[in-house]
């Protein structure tokens, strides 16, 4: 039976869009199923994976979102090519007609405050990673990356969702993440080739919707919605946004670390 392509339209960053209207790229299905099917192009202006996304899906940043209720049946392996402005992935062409923005909206001291007052355990995220370099991170020191990056299960390791909660919370502070956003790069090399893109996304500032939703609002609502995502990812998020409230900055939004303590608890 010869194969019928379906075209469909999607949602992406910026940078996806140039992507996929740049130089052709060529690449492999990483990972597959229903809901999502990510490719490893080997680089360009999205860090190496890109996704197509059924409707429903959690729309990361390296992500085409569809209104597809579910995605074909893709083997990992199979080839992918970006270019012509498209994405083709087994019968799958998709492209971006309509732009999402990923960084999140500056984080204000109310909101900040409210944030790490929602009383939640992080326990699932914070037991599987060294406490060492959990304090580290929360005072803004590079050495906690290496123990930080890839640590952890899955296509997206926890260590790795802390990592992306501390960097994209740390850029909605209005705060520079100089040495840590430094040692993150150099360091990706350790974890999965989605983590890693991710974590490219991160210290542009770029985040799901779900950690978005959290940071602009800070109400209970919007911390259990991120805590909904994935096993240990949303919560991985959220421990990282709030050891970015604890990080000192005379410039920044200040949470004390006893506040932070009986939020985790």
Do not use: K, N
Request: contains cysteine.
């Amino acid at each position: 039976m010869q194969r019928v392509e379906s075209q469909v339209g999607g949602a992406g960053s910026p940078a996806l869009r140039g992507l996929l209207h740049g130089p052709p790229a060529t690449g492999t299905v990483v990972h597959s199923g229903r809901q999502a099917v990510y490719a490893d192009l080997g680089g360009g202006a999205t860090g190496g994976v890109v996704g197509i996304l059924a409707h429903g899906a959690v729309h990361v940043p390296c992500g085409i979102a569809t209104t597809l209720d579910a995605l074909p049946d893709i083997e990992v392996g199979s080839p992918a090519t970006a270019g012509d402005g498209v994405l083709r992935v087994g019968p799958l062409t998709v492209g971006v007609d309509r732009l999402v923005r990923f960084r999140p909206a500056p984080l204000t001291p109310q909101t900040a405050r409210r944030l790490v007052a929602v009383t939640v355990d992080l326990g699932v995220a914070r037991d599987q990673l060294p406490p060492d370099a959990l304090d580290l991170l929360a005072a803004g020191d590079p050495a906690a990356v290496p123990d930080l990056v890839g640590r952890g299960d899955g296509l997206t390791p926890v260590g790795d969702d802390v990592l992306c909660g501390w960097l994209a919370t740390t850029l909605a502070r209005g705060v520079d993440p100089g040495a840590v956003a430094d040692a993150v790069r150099a360091h990706l090399h350790r974890t999965t080739g989605l983590s890693a893109t991710l974590l490219r996304h991160a210290v542009d500032g770029e985040a799901i919707a779900p950690f978005r939703a959290a940071l602009a609002t800070g109400d209970a609502a919007a911390v259990a919605a991120l805590l909904a995502v994935g096993h240990t990812s949303g919560t991985g998020m959220l421990l990282g946004a709030h050891l970015a409230l604890s990080t000192p900055d005379s410039q920044s939004v200040s949470i004390t670390h006893e506040a932070l303590e009986g939020s985790t608890r």
